[in-house]
């Protein structure tokens, strides 16, 4: 139990594009959902927090309008990369949280923006 | 504030033996910790969680961790290590109250090196 899919698995885009990255739990509900973003041989950076039916919580530095999220049901989260950019070009974690307190991983999807 | 300490940034050990990632962490109050582990490009895969209770939890493919809370730490261990076991590990913490919507905060993590 406990399984988090992300779609795409990977995704190049052109600058100036938009790319959306969807999170779903699949076998439990998750009132909430987080978005990260890891950059090679590092940790994870936490970028937002999701809250199904409300508006996400974002982390100091992150540009709410440039990354934007959506938690519209308990088992699906999107983060919509506006506009992007080659900076923009990372790998984009989300997780479930299940039971108030484990947060379940996705497999990541990796962005590149040429 | 809350925060993790991976002190190693790799760690290797030949199969057969026993393993140790270590890991410290800083939180207000008491703690909920956690460990994850990562394969190249992909996610973060649950471990273990200690929460409450016995300091000493075991978590999926053998592993275990001690919780010692007058050192603050957290140390993930295994009796005898595979060459599977090689990926990235992941110590985590977060406030241990109740309700969900609570941040982890994630170490550097530690490169697990398993030898034939």
């Known amino acids: 139990g406990a399984v988090v899919s992300q779609h795409p698995s990977w995704v190049i885009c052109k600058s100036g594009t938009s790319v959306k990255i969807e999170c779903r739990s699949l076998?439990?509900?998750?009132?909430?959902m987080f978005w990260y973003r890891q950059f090679p041989k590092q940790s994870l950076m936490l970028m937002a927090t999701?809250?199904?039916?409300?508006?996400?919580?974002?982390e100091q530095g992150v540009e709410k309008d440039k990354f934007l999220i959506n938690h519209a049901s308990l088992t699906l989260s999107t983060l919509t990369v506006t506009s992007a950019h080659p900076e923009d070009s990372s790998f984009y974690i989300c997780?479930?949280?299940?039971?108030?307190?484990?947060?379940?991983f996705g497999p990541g999807t990796r962005l590149t923006v040429l | 504030a809350q925060s993790v300490a991976q002190p190693e940034d790799q760690v290797n050990v030949a199969e057969g033996n026993p393993l140790t990632v270590k890991c410290t962490y800083s939180?207000?109050?008491?703690?909920?910790l956690f460990w994850y582990v990562q394969y190249p490009n992909r996610g973060l895969q649950f471990l273990l969680k200690?929460?409450?209770?016995?300091?000493l939890v075991k978590g999926s493919y053998g592993f275990e961790a001690e919780f010692n809370k007058s050192q603050t730490s957290f140390h993930l261990k295994k009796p005898s290590a595979l060459v599977s076991d090689s990926a990235l590990y992941f110590c985590?913490?977060?406030?241990?109250?109740?309700?969900?919507?609570?941040?982890?905060?994630f170490g550097t993590g530690t490169q697990l090196k398993v030898e034939l």
């Open positions: 997780s479930a949280e299940r039971g108030s307190d484990t947060q379940y």
């Open positions: 076998d439990f509900q998750a009132t909430t």
């Open positions: 999701s809250n199904e039916g409300s508006k996400a919580t974002y």
């Open positions: 939180v207000s109050g008491n703690p909920y």
């Open positions: 200690y929460i409450t209770g016995d300091n």
């Open positions: 985590a913490v977060r406030r241990g109250v109740t309700g969900g919507g609570n941040k982890l905060t």
